[in-house]
């Protein structure tokens, strides 16, 4: 997991994103894929995501494709139109 977690300091928020959504769907589990996966689970935690949508501390679902806004991982298909963000309560919610 090691030479995951040091490739993913390095790239931008975007690219790790898009690391995370090639995942999405993949079936089948590998030792390697799953220390992929847990070193993005890190990153996440490393960068201050809000990605409590998809996972919590012990694991993240990659069942749906993410997008970043601010700090905050929603769904992909969530659109500015559809996407409120309540700052006082801190949810997503689509409208």
């Known amino acids: 997991m090691n030479e ?4 993913f300091k390095e790239i931008t928020d975007e690219e790790l994103i898009r690391r995370f959504n090639e995942q999405v769907g993949v079936r089948g589990g590998v030792p ?3 220390a992929y996966m847990a ?3 890190a990153e996440f ?3 201050g995501f809000d990605y409590s949508l998809i996972g919590d501390s012990i694991s993240l679902s990659f ?3 993410i ?3 601010g700090k905050k991982i929603v769904y992909s298909g969530m659109t500015d139109m559809n996407l409120h963000l309540d700052k006082d309560l801190d949810v997503v919610s689509q409208n």
């Open 67 to 69: 997008k970043l806004v």
């Open 39 to 41: 070193a993005i689970h």
């Open 4 to 7: 995951y977690l040091e490739q």
């Open 45 to 47: 935690d490393r960068r």
């Open 32 to 34: 390697a894929r799953g």
């Open 63 to 65: 069942k749906n494709k």
